[in-house]
């Protein structure tokens, strides 16, 4: 039997959007993570250009799709649906959605409905924020 380390990698930082990382007072400025990760996203399709924007359009439409039925659903199974959102997020790129439906899923395996209510306007937010990216995204393709 072969064994191999594997040893877990973090996601690599996105470039700051400031010059040299330097802030206008001179301070370091956070790096800020893109709502779509494109570097990620090119790697997932090998660069094929048509298979990434039916990738994100097809994203976009689940995206609607399972948010709607995790409003409808029964809190505790909300968490099903926001599982398979976090995967597809992962695998386009789109990390603040991934985190989002990820607190998703952890709320929905608690006890209280109410947990549920904040986690769920936090992953919308991201969703909108996501869906607006790849609507410029695909209009520029």
């Known amino acids: 039997m072969i064994k191999a380390d594997v040893k877990r990698t973090d996601r690599i930082a996105s470039p700051p959007l400031a010059p040299n ?7 370091v400025t956070p ?3 893109p ?7 090119a790697r997932m399709t090998l660069g094929d250009r048509s298979l990434e924007a039916e990738i994100l ?15 409808q659903v029964p809190f ?3 968490g099903a649906f926001a599982h398979t959102l976090k ?3 992962r695998g386009i790129g789109a990390w603040r959605v991934a985190e989002a439906a990820e607190a ?5 395996s608690g006890r209280r409905p109410a947990d549920l209510v904040d986690p769920l ?3 919308a937010r991201a969703i909108d924020e996501a869906r607006a990216a790849i609507a410029d995204l695909l209009a520029a393709s």
């Open 21 to 27: 990382g330097r802030a206008p007072d001179g301070g």
């Open 121 to 123: 306007e936090r992953l």
């Open 87 to 89: 995967g597809s997020a």
């Open 57 to 71: 359009a097809l994203f976009e439409r689940q995206t609607g799709i399972l948010l709607a039925r995790m409003r």
């Open 76 to 78: 505790q199974a909300a």
């Open 104 to 108: 998703v899923e952890r709320a929905a």
């Open 31 to 33: 790096a800020v993570e």
């Open 35 to 41: 709502v779509i990760d494109l570097a990620h996203l």
